[in-house]
């Protein structure tokens, strides 16, 4: 089981909530809204799904790192390596 | 008519793939996927997001930007600032 | 002239503020100072400088782009084309 | 002793080339050069910054978090809340 799997119907709550934004934004772009306000839109959806990527990353290193890192030294330490490069490509995404 | 209308079908087609993205998400996580691929996959999302703002911003400046400071200098740097603004925001998303 | 000229002393002042904090991390690292508050630092340096690159993005809009641009319209266009990639740049920086 | 100690050397002399940096940036402005050839520099630095966290912030999970979370469930759970806040503000600087 992933460490998210607790709050999973709240990701996916979130997540739905995400997939609504990318539809409301077709429909900005149809309805010929105004660049800066699709922009201002854009910016929310990226925040939104950058605060799901931070929740599922805080669950990952809390449950799935710490148990590798407990149960296997080595195990552990490519958990970590693992979870430092997610950390850089979410922070260049 | 915003700048970005000449692309339009480019830019439904880029949202209608992103909204499928934000699907993909919420089957990762019913299907307990691991966090890193889901992350993975977040990244992804955000980095498309991202690509349509810049497009958007590209167009808003090539077209009502230098459209406004062409008629009228004091409307043209509002639109400036506006759109400064707005990459600050995206910057900071 | 470039465009941040007007300012070049406002611009300067914040520059040397941020090599000022380049040289008090080296301090926080020999002092051996708590990990946390050394990326806390880190941000705060790091959001200066997005801060300076928006302020310089915004006055090469303003003054570079627009006189490119009143003066020979392919000229203009190739000037905002550069200057979205800077913005593409800085994003993922 | 924090989890960088043992590449506090290298840590230095990449904060070293970094203060340089923001010397040379002084350096650009004070010489009127190109607006977007200062802001490619910016991101060059920015990105090194963002390097430097992301190495220790590494090292910190790797170490102080890891030692804190096989001593103390507790606290090693408050030390992953505060390395998640960390992230957080470095994906927003």
């Given at each position: 089981?992933?460490?998210?799997?607790i709050?999973?119907?709240?990701?996916?709550?979130?997540?739905?909530?995400?997939?609504?934004?990318?539809?409301?934004?077709?429909?900005?772009?149809?309805?010929?809204?105004?660049?800066?306000?699709?922009?201002?839109?854009?910016?929310?959806?990226?925040?939104?799904?950058?605060?799901?990527?931070?929740?599922?990353?805080?669950?990952?290193?809390?449950?799935?790192?710490?148990d590798?890192?407990?149960s296997?030294?080595?195990?552990g330490?490519?958990?970590?390596?693992?979870?430092?490069?997610?950390?850089?490509?979410?922070?260049?995404?």
């Amino acid at each position: 089981m992933p460490g998210y799997s607790i709050n999973r119907e709240d990701y996916l709550k979130r997540l739905r909530r995400i997939e609504g934004q990318a539809r409301g934004l077709q429909r900005m772009i149809e309805d010929d809204k105004y660049c800066i306000d699709v922009l201002t839109q854009i910016t929310s959806v990226t925040s939104a799904l950058r605060s799901v990527g931070l929740g599922l990353l805080d669950e990952h290193i809390r449950h799935c790192v710490m148990d590798a890192a407990s149960s296997d030294s080595d195990h552990g330490d490519a958990k970590i390596t693992e979870a430092v490069g997610a950390i850089e490509r979410l922070l260049r995404a």
